[in-house]
Antibody, heavy 113, light 107 residues
Framework: QVQLTESGPGLVHPSETLSLTCTVSGFSLTGYSVYWVRQPSGKGLEWMGR???????SYNSALKSRLSISRDTSKNQVFLKMNSLQTDDTGTYYC???????WGQGTLVTVSS | NTVMTQSPTSMFISVGDRVTMNCKAS??????VDWYQQKTGQSPKLLIYGASNRYTGVPDRFTGSGSGTDFTLTISNMQAEDLAVYYC?????????FGGGTKLELK
């Protein structure tokens, strides 16, 4: 069945780079797009960007200068890298696919010294 | 960016109520709007896609409607398990944008 699982460091220091991995199963990354969405604690959802099935990427313009999304189709993984992290980047980061029908459980990222 | 404005931000409801919440887009997004339900501590769940299409397994008490700039999610006969925050999402323009959410709470 379709599954998405986010993984990452949990704690990142201010000004450092966040690296997250979304590992998928039950479908091919060359057939379906994967999206990243984040949620500051106690707040709403923010669409960050996507890795399309054909390898194209698009980003939220508010994050574009700091954000990079890539993939390794052989490992069924999509990667998110975001640099210059600040405390307001703290929150839960989700990957989702199948046009929003499937989501990972989310991974909490805390930015703190 | 396309701003999605949800109203109200919260509602106090009773089981059995008919609940209506709204989402207004700052520009025409056609019917490229989804609705999501998020319960505390859980990932969002897709309820409605393409403004009015109920996703597989979603109870028929959930109905989405609208096009252009104005969208509505209606829950007829509210159940206790429907207590959650509901978000709209437009995917007509990049970047995709979520509304701020409508939180349903018990009276």
């Amino acid at each position: 069945q379709v599954q998405l699982t986010e993984s990452g460091p949990g704690l990142v220091h201010p000004s450092e780079t966040l690296s997250l991995t979304c590992t998928v199963s039950g479908f091919s990354l060359t057939g379906y797009s994967v999206y990243w969405v984040r949620q500051p604690s106690g707040k709403g959802l923010e669409w960050m960007g996507r890795m399309r099935y054909n390898g194209d990427t698009s980003y939220n313009s508010a994050l574009k200068s700091r954000l990079s999304i890539s993939r390794d189709t052989s490992k069924n993984q999509v990667f998110l890298k975001m640099n210059s992290l600040q405390t307001d980047d703290t929150g839960t980061y989700y990957c989702t696919s199948y046009n929003g029908a499937y989501w990972g459980q989310g991974t909490l990222v805390t930015v703190s010294s | 960016n396309t701003v999605m404005t949800q109203s109200p931000t919260s509602m106090f409801i009773s089981v059995g109520d008919r609940v209506t919440m709204n989402c207004k887009a700052s520009q025409n997004v056609g019917t490229n709007v989804d609705w999501y339900q998020q319960k505390t501590g859980q990932s969002p769940k897709l309820l409605i896609y393409g403004a009015s299409n109920r996703y597989t397994g979603v109870p028929d008490r959930f109905t989405g409607s609208g096009s252009g700039t104005d969208f509505t999610l209606t829950i007829s006969n509210m159940q206790a398990e429907d207590l959650a925050v509901y978000y709209c999402l437009q995917y007509n323009y990049n970047p995709w944008t979520f509304g701020g959410g409508t939180k349903l709470e018990l009276k």
